[in-house]
């Protein structure tokens, strides 16, 4: 079996502040719709190397949401608007929820 593995993050700037690569402390306002947005255009990115591949087994994706601002809760409660590639296996989202910052994982093509 295949595995892709990729984060998510809320935009480019957040990525950037993350990683420790931007001297900024504070990001700006932050909406779920923005970064179910962006989740979905990060499956569909995603969706397009899996061709390049051309491996004779089955690939998942694995998304690590680094977005400490959204939670596995924000997720699910937009399911209807992620979009579901139809070429992995299992697209595999792991993410923080909740005041105990429990890890959560769901496969989003099931959900």
């Not at 935009?11 to 402390?25: C, F, H, N, V, Y």
């Not at 997720?75 to 959560?104: E, M, Q």
Request: net charge positive; charged share 25%; with cysteine.
């Amino acid at each position: 079996m295949g595995l892709e593995v990729t984060h998510l993050f809320y935009d480019s700037e957040e990525a950037k502040m993350r990683l420790g690569r931007s001297t900024k402390e504070m990001h700006g306002l932050e909406n779920s719709t923005n970064i179910i947005g962006t989740l979905n255009e990060l499956l569909k990115q995603k969706e397009k190397k899996i061709d390049k591949y051309n491996a004779p087994f089955p690939t998942a994706l694995l998304i690590r949401n680094a977005s400490p601002v959204f939670g596995m809760s924000c997720f699910l409660s937009n399911k209807r608007a992620i979009y579901k590639p139809g070429k992995y296996t299992h697209v595999w989202f792991v993410s923080k929820d909740g005041n105990y910052n429990d890890w959560v994982m769901k496969d989003l093509l099931t959900v």
